[in-house]
């Protein structure tokens, strides 16, 4: 375990590390932005590629047969689209008198509240002022100097040469980045198998299985996303244009086109698509029909796509949270810019899996995730924590739909929670006044659970508040065994918990409280002989009461059978093995499911799978 200066040492140094990362992202985005580019389009074009050396094409001719296809496919929709818009800026001054008509009724509408309100915020201003703010003002208004006469100067107009090099500066970096692009996309996808290969050599030859795992897992996430993603997008854009071309909005192959492409784009995407058509509506339509029309399909069909149709063809794809996608978003957005925000979720998916796979790297996977940070009993033991019954309420009630069983209830959450609360409080990280309302809520979470699931024809016998002798106590069964804390509440919870498992299987049980006596733990059990005595402790403060307590049952009552139960720890534990000898009980048990079973056989039940034994199964079905 690292002490706290080393684990500072240690933060530092991550944070350091993370800086000179985003620092290097930063200035050599100029080469990471076409490279990253040219790595998502050989997920994409790898698959084809294959496909073509699968027929017998040789592996240059395929790739170059994969890439002019690509290109041709750009080459394609970059026509549509420009002929598409060039159609509509043909069109578009015969929609002018429309739009100047529904702006001046707009204004016209909204002037007279707006200059009213002007006017009275002007009056109002006038009448706070001083006499002297108000005379400096007066003089200031009146024109005692001549107005300087504005001088504009203009350059002379460029000639033809210059022109062209003007256009061919602008021109030429998206033209070297292209280039680069399709370089390295070529490169890549003729020598795909050498580039792995010379990843794993890197990564060392010791951590193969490590690295072929994580290449594999982020090659398959992030392709699958982007194929869902684009048959996706193909419906949607189909859709858009369908309902574009019946609203009667020019150009509907356009924006189809565009709603396609730009939903690529997360989050921000479609809305941008969106707005073309919104604002052609606007122009055309002397009312708002069309534009109430194109919104409403825009809305319906981005509300379909993103809550229905994505969870059933995505899934988990990415495995990443969305919390962490609109994030990371956010972050390569202000990193690289508009592209950035195209590649974000690609990239966020590469290092997420690279934290699941890299120790390291593993705070990236906890941050980035979509799996459950936290255990079912750690969730549950963060809400007692926290003092929120019923969110706490909320993941039992899950729990029991999921699994439908009691005891596995108790068994994987409860007790695993008690446990975590023990360790905790004896770490002295829990204060006395939150130790005292998380046991009183978990006690009164595992009574009302055994009220729900008890047998219907035994009444909850309830004893007076002043004497707190027996916590749980329905007298419906012969009480053939009993169960005694080792100190506390937490030891005390667990033996609520067997005297209600144990009554489901017909064995009539006893939990007595923490809060009394050896002595009246003693006499209670002389008073009426029960067959089996259990002494129940929560490690990891348990042993010392518990050795005392076995100590007084084997003299006091040598006929009875003793079972210790040290719950969640394993049964080699040296708490166990060690002290086994000098604590002398007949047996031990380590788990609910262990301690039912032998309490019922020590209690001489023959019937272990009696009726009685299904019925809180069957109860927590129906």
Avoid at 52 to 79: D, K, M, N, Q, Y
Avoid at 319 to 333: D, H, I, M, Q
Avoid at 419 to 442: M, T
Wanted: glycine share 6%.
């Amino acid at each position: 375990m690292y002490r706290g200066n080393d684990y500072a040492k240690i933060s530092s140094n991550t944070l350091f590390g993370a800086a000179l990362v985003i620092a290097g992202l930063y200035f050599a985005r100029e080469v990471l932005i076409p490279l990253s580019v040219a790595i998502l389009l050989s997920f994409l074009l790898a698959m084809p590629c294959s496909w073509l050396e699968r027929l017998h094409f040789p592996r240059g001719i395929a790739v170059v047969h994969t890439v002019l296809l690509a290109l041709c496919l750009l080459a394609s929709i970059g026509w549509l689209v420009g002929w598409q818009f060039y159609d509509l800026a043909r069109k578009l001054p015969q929609y002018q008198q429309t739009i100047e008509t529904k702006v001046h009724s707009i204004t016209s509408q909204t002037q007279g509240p707006i200059a009213r309100i002007n006017r009275m915020i002007q009056h109002t201003s006038h009448q706070l002022q001083s006499p002297d703010e108000k005379k400096e003002q007066q003089a200031a208004n009146s024109p005692s100097e001549p107005t300087p006469v504005p001088v504009e100067m203009q350059n002379p107009p460029a000639s033809p040469l210059g022109l062209v090099k003007t256009m061919a500066g602008t021109a030429m970096k998206p033209m070297l980045s292209a280039f680069m692009i399709l370089f390295v996309l070529s490169f890549m996808l003729t020598y795909r198998e050498d580039l792995r290969d010379r990843i794993v050599r890197l990564a060392g030859t010791e951590r193969m299985n490590l690295t072929v795992d994580t290449l594999n897992e982020a090659a398959d996430r992030v392709s699958r996303y982007l194929f869902y993603q684009l048959l996706v997008n193909l419906c949607l854009g189909v859709f858009i244009g369908t309902g574009l071309y019946f609203i009667d909005v020019p150009s509907p192959m356009l924006f189809g086109a565009l709603a396609t492409l730009l939903r690529f784009v997360p989050y921000v995407g479609v809305w941008i698509a969106a707005s073309f058509p919104l604002l052609l509506a606007f122009a055309i339509d002397p009312g708002w029909t069309k534009f109430l029309w194109t919104s409403g399909l825009f809305a319906t069909a981005e509300l379909i796509t993103t809550n229905i149709i994505e969870p059933l063809v995505y899934g988990s794809q990415t495995g990443v949270s969305p919390v962490a996608l609109l994030l990371a978003a956010v972050f390569w957005t202000w990193l690289w810019g508009p592209i950035g925000l195209l590649l974000s979720t690609p990239l966020t998916v590469f290092v997420a899996v690279a934290g699941s796979h890299v120790r390291s790297l593993g705070f990236l996977h906890v941050l980035l995730s979509d799996e459950p940070v936290l255990t079912v009993e750690a969730r549950f033991y963060q809400r007692l924590i926290a003092g929120d019954r019923e969110e706490a309420g909320e993941i039992i009630d899950k729990f029991m739909k999921d699994k439908k069983s009691l005891p596995a209830l108790f068994e994987e959450v409860i007790l695993p929670s008690l446990i975590l609360i023990e360790e905790d409080r004896s770490r002295g990280r829990i204060a006395r006044e939150r130790e005292f309302d998380v046991f009183q809520n978990l006690r009164e979470i595992v009574e009302e659970l055994c009220e729900e699931h008890k047998e219907p024809h035994a009444p909850t016998d309830v004893k007076d508040d002043t004497d707190r002798q027996h916590t749980f106590h329905p007298p419906a069964l012969p009480e053939l065994a009993v169960i005694i804390p080792a100190k506390d509440a937490a030891d005390e919870i667990v033996g609520i918990m067997l005297s209600c498992l144990l009554r489901s299987h017909g064995v009539g049980a006893r939990a007595f409280s923490a809060m009394g006596l050896t002595a009246d733990f003693l006499d209670d059990i002389a008073a009426v002989q029960r067959r089996v005595v259990c002494v129940s402790a929560v490690p990891p403060t348990r042993l010392r009461r518990a050795r005392y307590l076995l100590k007084k049952l084997r003299a006091r009552f040598p006929e009875s059978k003793v079972v210790f139960g040290v719950w969640g720890i394993k049964r080699d534990d040296s708490l166990i093995t060690e002290k086994n000898a000098e604590i002398a009980p007949d047996t031990f048990v380590v788990s609910l499911s262990e301690a039912v079973t032998t309490l019922i056989a020590m209690s001489g039940v023959d019937d272990v799978s009696s009726p009685a034994s299904s019925r809180i199964s069957d109860r927590s079905t129906s």
